[in-house]
T-cell receptor, first 114, second 112 residues
Framework: KAGVTQTPRYLIKTRGQQVTLSCSPI?????VSWYQQTPGQGLQFLFE???????NKGNFPGRFSGRQFSNSRSEMNVSTLELGDSALYLC?????????????FGSGTQLSVL | GENVEQHPSTLSVQEGDSAVIKCTYS??????FPWYKQELGKRPQLIID?????GEKKDQRIAVTLNKTAKHFSLHITETQPEDSAVYFC???????????FGTGTSLTVIP
């Protein structure tokens, strides 16, 4: 099976612009979640989608939004970019493994805001 | 909400020695505690996990222990090897959707 695919791999934007990141989960996985990874802060939960519905949301401002399509692919949008939004954005699809949900991460999109 | 703290932030050990990474959590409703390993430039991958109804779990050289009363859990790596060098993240979640709270990571260096 193909892994979780994220596009693009790198993005450079300027303050005030908006950006859209894409994530294709592993076939058959219906849950997609997004995390922001920054040095020293670890991975911070943005939101999770299941069957096209946002099921959970982290403590990020409304500039961060997402959606999921009927084929489980997900997009994340960040509007009015700020310098502090520079980070690696990881998408993960998940599968119940009998003990808990196992996250399968993509390679991430490295966003730089200038 | 849940708060997961992880210590130490960096750890260096000699090859063959043991390494221990500790995490604490705040929400007593959390019941699933995975550990992820992220090698340089790569994506995080699950290496071991434990549920709140179990106190210890072992998989070859790695083990995880959980103390529900004290709300802390630890990762133990024995007989460390250079390929164990990576950043390790602990996490906590509840059975209400896939919302994971991660620690800030421990950068482990195994010195040959």
């Amino acid at each position: 099976k193909a892994g979780v695919t994220q596009t693009p791999r790198y993005l450079i934007k300027t303050r005030g612009q908006q950006v859209t990141l894409s994530c294709s989960p592993i076939s058959g996985h219906r849950s997609v979640s997004w995390y922001q990874q920054t040095p020293g802060q670890g991975l911070q939960f943005l939101f999770e989608y299941f069957s096209e519905t946002q099921r959970n949301k982290g403590n990020f401002p409304g500039r961060f939004s997402g959606r999921q399509f009927s084929n489980s692919r997900s997009e994340m949008n960040v509007s009015t970019l700020e310098l502090g939004d520079s980070a690696l954005y990881l998408c993960a699809s998940s599968l119940w493994q009998g003990v808990g949900e196992k996250l399968f991460f993509g390679s991430g999109t490295q966003l730089s805001v200038l | 909400g849940e708060n997961v703290e992880q210590h130490p932030s960096t750890l260096s050990v000699q090859e063959g020695d043991s390494a221990v990474i500790k995490c604490t959590y705040s929400d007593s409703a959390s019941n699933y505690f995975p550990w992820y390993k992220q090698e340089l430039g790569k994506r995080p991958q699950l290496i071991i996990d434990i549920r709140s109804n179990v106190g210890e779990k072992k998989d070859q050289r790695i083990a995880v222990t959980l103390n529900k009363t004290a709300k802390h859990f630890s990762l133990h790596i024995t007989e460390t090897q250079p390929e164990d060098s990576a950043v390790y993240f602990c996490a906590a979640s509840k059975d209400t959707g896939n919302q994971f709270y991660f620690g800030t990571g421990t950068s482990l260096t195994v010195i040959p």
